[in-house]
């Protein structure tokens, strides 16, 4: 064949491969590019090694310069570009189309400045499978969106930290009559890993209550201890005086539970958990002889503390949260002292209705006309709902307000017995300062002495050097004190309008609800003293109805709503 006898072993191809659209046409270089005139054998040589030909090479680009422009725009190429005018490939092969027209969606998606094959051949593909543009790849993206914003529904802070629900209920009586004592089943639901079990249930009594008080309060110093309420001689057996003892302890474990210091104390976790209470109280005592003392961390120090001197403050800050707290104390037990006093208003009208109640029962069964004996004793029986009424929002009263001001005056005697730790940090420090300065006044004697006390003065440097480490620890403890005290200060004005609000709104929720009842019972009654009016019989008692009904009284009672209807 003639095409055999080239110049090139390889110029039989052009001939043999027709470039078409779908694929980019080889050339043998960057800038070569076919002859206009010829259509059916082009000349373009696929080698590019060959170094003679750069000369042939810059001049065909010179040609094609205005056609490459049209293509760089990234508005031009699609679709108005003919396939003659886009550049060829030169690295790369023609690759199938499948791949080929992959390759020009990402590409046409990536960069405006894609290569013309490219995206011609893109193009292609597109207007052939009937859609323009890349697949849609948004619904992934918002099906993941609101999986990402669920997961961070709170802080890391509050994540770590655990939830405790904790309920005081089931108070009974045990012992004999020496040693009966109420006891309450704890039951306690944490998220806590601290723990063996989610929920568990154990039983205390009033003292364990204390110990744990007591062992907080001295292992925390500077720490706020919701205290427990305090202790009765008399009536401690009365059912009210129980029911809100149960309370108040049950809201005393729940603010520890809630607090970020106290609720990893170990104290806690042996009250909450332990089935052998006494034996572990023991044996932690045992392990740790200071826990339980006044002196607690400060007795590590090996200084007496609770000195004679009097404590002056020097923050003008602490001295005006304890002046405060003095006037906030004797404002709650005026207010307590109110309270108390509308509580036995109340249980006064509930006594006043029962004595009546008693008077028209015995009025009523003197009387012998049965239409004036049966209202009486309608209103007797009216009576002593109204006294149990009174009765039950007298409770309410202590339950809700009552213990809410009783349970801030406690808090505020914890409060300050906080601030008597700061004293005696205060002191603390202050007793090692002038321990310092005893011992550098002996080792300046000594100093002076020369070499004759060097075995002494050696002691005596120890000494000083030591003494200087404790001044150091006590002024950062007290310092520390200081700042963990204003923390806690804050935190317990936060929780004091949280819980007067929430116990103001059960208060006023609880006598609303008692003068409907009360509305409620005084209209029934009225009710049918109206329907007596009607030559029907003057009042029907209740209990008469229920308990022993006879034909006078059904026939009563079925034609009381009648009466009703036409009056």
Known sequence: MDLDSGDSPWGDEPSQFKPSQDAPKPSGTEGEAAPPASDSAPTVRTPGRRGPRGTRKISAQATKLES??????????????????????????????????????AQSLSSPQATGDTLESANVDEESAGFRGPPPVQPPTETDGPKRQTQPSMSVEQAAKPTFQIYVGDPHKVGDLTSSHIVYQVS?????????????????????????????????????????PEKQAMGRFDTNFVESRRAALERMLNKIASHPILQHDGD?????????????????????????????????????????????????????RKVYLDALENQLKALMKSMDTVVLQRKGLADAAGDFSSS??????????????????????????????????????????????????????????????????FHTWHAAESDLQKRKNTQDKLLRQGKTQQDRLNQVNADVADAERKVHQTRLLFEDMGRLMRNELQRFEKEKVEDFKSGVETFLESAVEAQKELIELWETFLLRLDAGEEGLPYYVPPSEVTDAPTESTETATESTPLTAEEA
């Open 68 to 105: 490459v422009d049209d293509s760089v725009d990234p508005l031009g190429p699609l679709g108005e570009v003919p396939a003659e005018a886009a550049p060829a490939s030169t690295d790369e092969a023609p690759a199938p189309p499948q791949k080929e027209a992959f390759s020009g969606r």
């Open 188 to 228: 306690t639901k944490t998220s806590s890993k601290a723990y063996r079990n989610p929920e568990f249930t154990v039983t205390r009594r009033y003292r364990d209550f204390l110990w744990l008080y007591n062992s907080l309060h001295a292992s925390n110093p500077g720490v706020v201890v919701a205290p427990p």
């Open 268 to 320: 806690l976790k042996i009250f909450l958990e332990s089935e052998a209470f006494n034996v572990d109280v023991k044996n932690k005592e045992n392990r740790e002889p200071d826990i339980g003392q006044s002196k607690g961390m400060l007795s590590s120090f090996g200084i007496s503390v609770g000195g004679g001197n009097k404590f002056v403050e020097h923050d003008d800050w602490f001295h005006d």
């Open 360 to 425: 028209l029962h015995a009025l009523s069964a003197v009387e012998l006309s049965p239409a004036l004996s049966s209202p009486l004793e309608g209103l007797s029986e009216l009576q002593i709902r109204i006294r149990e009424l009174y009765d039950r929002q007298a409770q309410q009263d202590v339950l809700t307000l009552g213990i809410t001001i009783d349970e801030y005056i406690r808090l505020i005697g914890s409060v300050k017995m906080a601030f008597t730790q700061r004293q005696k940090a």
